[in-house]
């Protein structure tokens, strides 16, 4: 994966990237309503309260939906095409993007379980269990 300009980064963005950089997938959870909420904000979407409290994900989930891209959205990916994102619906019930890594078995596919592993402007989704096909 190619470094992708962070040097904007503020507020909770910010927050969530210096997590990656230490290795850790966040989330928060609403103290109010009880909802899990991902990306990182000020107020919960779900009952608009400011009692969010930062989790940390295991990093196990399930591929909701895919692509790959033959046109990269940023300048810094031209180098990484053809590349996959994903959709993972992570355990602890946050929907989370980040690239699929290549596959030694063949792609990834919508059900699969994959792990993630956290880099310092990303995550990268590997294969951790097939479904049957």
């Not at 989704?125 to 097939?130: S, Y």
């Given at each position: 994966m190619s470094r992708v300009p962070v040097d904007h980064a503020?507020?909770?963005?910010?927050?969530?990237?210096?997590?990656?950089?230490?290795?850790?997938v966040v989330f928060q959870v609403c103290d109010d309503c009880g909802s899990a909420?991902?990306?990182?904000?000020?107020?919960?979407?779900?009952c608009m309260s400011a009692a969010l409290r930062e989790?940390?994900?295991v990093g196990t989930g399930t591929i909701h939906s895919l692509t790959?891209?033959?046109?990269?959205?940023?300048?810094?990916?031209?180098?990484d095409l053809p590349y996959t994102v994903a959709l993972v619906d992570l355990d602890e019930?946050?929907?989370?993007i980040g690239d699929l890594a290549?596959?030694?078995n063949g792609p990834l596919a919508i059900g699969d379980r994959v792990t993630a592993h956290p880099y310092p402007d990303g995550v990268v989704?590997?294969?951790?269990?097939?479904n049957a096909r």
């Open positions: 503020r507020g909770e963005e910010l927050t969530y990237l210096q997590a990656l950089a230490e290795g850790r909420v991902w990306y990182l904000r000020t107020v919960c979407p779900f989790h940390t994900a790959t891209l033959h046109r990269a959205g940023n300048a810094a990916r031209v180098g019930g946050v929907r989370v290549d596959a030694d989704f590997e294969a951790l269990e097939r």
